[in-house]
């Protein structure tokens, strides 16, 4: 038997895809002891001539995904006439072939691994994507001495479901419960685990739907099962012995959407209701929103207005309020005083000048007045300037007292 590669084909497949990365086959039919195969991410052939293993190696992947009992590849039946059907057990005991004794007419049954014979027996299967996502797929159990039969085997099965690689060589790591014979089960194994994530379980059924959901395979039991079914029959291309019977299985199914539209128009319903009510909620939201800060301000104000109202409170003495306008009228007057006290001095500043401009002026308008004289002028002239400016300046003060008596 070979194993070829195909070069992947990056525009089949999104990177989030989970794709067969590795199988490990633990004393399985004729692989004795633990064996590994690594899977392309771009898909694998398994080629080679009749008997060296290849539908072996598809049954034991059968053998950890589809349901019990398993409906191994019909190439793998045990006869030459293909009546037997191989099952879990022939794989875990390595059934070779039946001898018949014509004289006692008995029929024997050889093994790789015979009764009176303890080990491990089962498969594995991890999927990943190029995200770094990884799950591994396990079916496993302990073939006792005594173990005689399918029963027994199916009795014995513990599967499990690790988020991440898990090799099979773990498996001696196990050691057994109390005094039970059998090392393998689904406590022992546990302890392996990491119990927040991973799973491990006696029910087939229940690996199933964990590994469906993960791996993004059909929506309920139903549809995984199809799914589940197909694929077998799309990796063990021998399977398929009519493509009639193919499309009848697969592709077609009962038209459920008109026997179904009652339920499709309540769900629709129920989903307008909903958002009719997640419309008005968000509307109120929308609406209540400001509410907060407004209560923020609201509260503010109310406390200053409490402050101020105990300002008029009087506490055996005059009131805080009254305090507070005394101190602002004694700022003001303060600052009053010293106004009218500079403008004061600024004003008898500009007096003395006018004064001293004014006696300046008559000094000079006195000798303007002799030199005339002297000249030959009229000495009358001189009086006459006299009179006409002591007018003048009568006139000025009846006006400034007339204005301060209307004041």
Same mark, same amino acid.
């Given at each position: 038997?070979?194993?070829?590669?195909?070069?992947?084909?990056?525009?089949?497949?999104?990177?989030?895809?989970?794709?067969?990365?590795?199988?490990?086959?633990?004393?399985?039919?004729?692989?004795?002891?633990?064996?590994?195969?690594?899977?392309?991410?771009?898909?694998?052939?398994?080629?080679?001539?009749?008997?060296?293993?290849?539908?072996?190696?598809? /049954?034991?992947?059968?053998?950890?995904?589809?349901?019990?009992?398993?409906?191994?590849?019909?190439?793998?039946?045990?006869?030459?006439?293909? +009546?037997?059907?191989?099952?879990?057990?022939?794989?875990?005991? #390595?059934?070779?072939?039946?001898?018949?004794?014509?004289? %006692?007419?008995?029929?024997?049954?050889?093994?790789?691994?015979?009764?009176?014979?303890?080990?491990? %027996?089962?498969?594995?299967?991890?999927?990943?994507?190029?995200?770094?996502?990884?799950?591994?797929?396990?079916?496993?159990?302990?073939?006792?001495?005594?173990?005689?039969?399918?029963?027994?085997?199916?009795?014995?099965?513990?599967? $499990?479901?690790?988020?991440?690689?898990? /090799?099979?060589?773990?498996?001696?790591?196990?050691?057994?419960?109390?005094?039970?014979?059998?090392?393998?089960?689904?406590?022992?194994?546990? !302890?392996?685990?990491?119990?927040?994530?991973?799973?491990?379980? %006696?029910?087939?059924?229940?690996?199933?739907?964990?590994?469906?959901?993960?791996?993004?395979? #059909?929506?309920?039991?139903?549809?995984?099962?199809?799914?589940?079914?197909?694929?077998?029959?799309?990796?063990?291309?021998?399977?398929?012995?009519?493509?009639?019977?193919?499309?009848?299985?697969?592709?077609?199914?009962?038209?459920?959407?008109?026997?179904?539209?009652?339920?499709?128009?309540?769900?629709?319903?129920?989903?307008?209701?909903?958002?009719?009510?997640?419309?008005?909620?968000?509307?109120?939201?929308?609406?209540?929103? &400001?509410?907060?800060?407004?209560?923020?301000?609201?509260?503010?104000?109310?406390? /200053?207005?409490?402050?101020?109202? !105990?300002?008029?409170?009087?506490? /055996?003495?005059?009131?805080?309020?009254?305090?507070? $306008?005394?101190?602002?009228?004694?700022?003001?007057?303060?600052?009053?005083?010293?106004?009218?006290?500079?403008?004061?001095?600024?004003? #008898?500043?500009?007096?003395?000048? &006018?004064?001293?401009?004014?006696?300046?002026?008559?000094?000079? +308008?006195?000798?303007?007045?002799?030199?005339?004289?002297?000249?030959?002028?009229?000495?009358?002239?001189?009086? +006459?300037?006299?009179?006409?400016?002591?007018?003048?300046?009568?006139?000025?003060?009846?006006?400034?007292?007339?204005?301060?008596?209307?004041?």
């Amino acid at each position: 038997m070979s194993i070829a590669d195909t070069p992947p084909d990056l525009g089949m497949f999104h990177s989030g895809q989970y794709r067969i990365e590795q199988v490990q086959l633990l004393n399985w039919g004729s692989y004795a002891g633990l064996h590994r195969m690594p899977v392309g991410r771009g898909g694998i052939a398994i080629l080679g001539p009749t008997g060296r293993g290849k539908s072996t190696v598809l /049954d034991a992947m059968a053998a950890v995904i589809m349901p019990n009992p398993q409906e191994f590849n019909r190439a793998a039946r045990d006869d030459s006439r293909q +009546r037997s059907e191989r099952t879990v057990y022939s794989y875990a005991r #390595g059934k070779t072939d039946e001898v018949r004794d014509a004289a %006692s007419d008995r029929t024997t049954t050889r093994f790789l691994r015979p009764l009176g014979q303890a080990f491990p %027996s089962g498969a594995a299967i991890t999927w990943s994507t190029e995200l770094g996502q990884t799950v591994t797929a396990v079916r496993v159990a302990w073939i006792g001495e005594d173990t005689a039969s399918q029963d027994d085997v199916t009795q014995a099965s513990v599967y $499990l479901l690790v988020q991440g690689r898990f /090799d099979l060589s773990r498996l001696s790591e196990v050691t057994r419960e109390g005094t039970s014979q059998n090392p393998l089960t689904r406590g022992s194994l546990a !302890r392996l685990l990491d119990p927040a994530h991973d799973l491990a379980t %006696s029910s087939q059924p229940e690996l199933r739907v964990r590994l469906c959901g993960q791996l993004g395979i #059909g929506g309920s039991d139903e549809s995984q099962l199809k799914a589940l079914t197909l694929l077998r029959r799309a990796q063990a291309s021998k399977g398929v012995f009519s493509i009639d019977d193919l499309f009848k299985q697969f592709v077609l199914v009962q038209p459920q959407a008109l026997s179904r539209w009652e339920t499709t128009l309540a769900t629709y319903r129920e989903a307008s209701a909903l958002y009719d009510v997640f419309e008005t909620t968000r509307k109120k939201l929308d609406v209540l929103e &400001a509410v907060p800060t407004l209560a923020d301000r609201y509260e503010l104000a109310g406390r /200053d207005g409490s402050a101020k109202r !105990r300002l008029l409170v009087d506490d /055996d003495g005059p009131s805080r309020l009254r305090v507070w $306008l005394a101190e602002r009228v004694g700022s003001w007057v303060s600052g009053e005083v010293d106004r009218v006290t500079t403008e004061k001095r600024e004003q #008898g500043e500009r007096r003395r000048r &006018a004064q001293a401009d004014e006696q300046l002026a008559f000094r000079s +308008r006195e000798q303007a007045l002799a030199r005339i004289s002297e000249l030959g002028g009229d000495p009358t002239q001189s009086l +006459r300037e006299h009179v006409a400016a002591a007018e003048a300046e009568l006139a000025a003060v009846e006006r400034t007292r007339g204005r301060l008596a209307a004041a």
